[in-house]
């Protein structure tokens, strides 16, 4: 079992930016897949990024790509998503999964272990 803790969300203005944390405890996930998602109100969960065990992999939707950078340190057991030029589209709780191997499709909303979310509001 693994249990995530996102951190790091906030309000930010229009073009700022903010680093997305997210701590596993439970057992080491350092053999596991991890994604980036969110879901503003009124809206289904959608995938943001993803990066694969070893960190030599990231996989990014179209409508973060060249803003936002995944990356993990898996000495610390620690996810990061990197925000940078942020609009106000990208408000939303955001939350951080774990996917142990055999491994699902990049993005799928089926990866077992999920985190509480983090809020992230962007005001224009």
């Known amino acids: 079992q693994v249990h995530l803790v996102e951190s790091g969300g906030g309000l930010v203005q229009a073009g700022g930016s903010l680093r997305l944390s997210c701590v596993a405890s439970?057992?080491?996930?350092?053999?596991?897949?991890m994604g980036w998602f969110r879901q503003a109100p009124g809206k289904e969960r959608e995938f943001v990024a993803a990066?694969?065990?070893?960190?030599?992999?990231?996989y990014y939707s179209d409508s973060v790509k060249g803003r936002f950078t995944v990356s993990r340190d898996n000495a610390l057991n620690t996810g990061y998503l990197q925000m940078n030029s942020l609009k106000p589209e990208d408000t939303a709780v955001y939350y951080c999964?774990?996917?142990?191997?055999?491994?699902?499709?990049?993005?799928?909303?089926?990866?077992?272990?999920w985190g509480q979310g983090t809020q992230v509001t962007v005001s224009s």
């Open positions: 439970g057992r080491t996930f350092t053999g596991y897949n």
């Open positions: 999964a774990a996917d142990p191997p055999p491994f699902r499709a990049w993005g799928s909303l089926e990866y077992p272990y």
């Open positions: 990066i694969n065990w070893s960190g030599g992999s990231t």
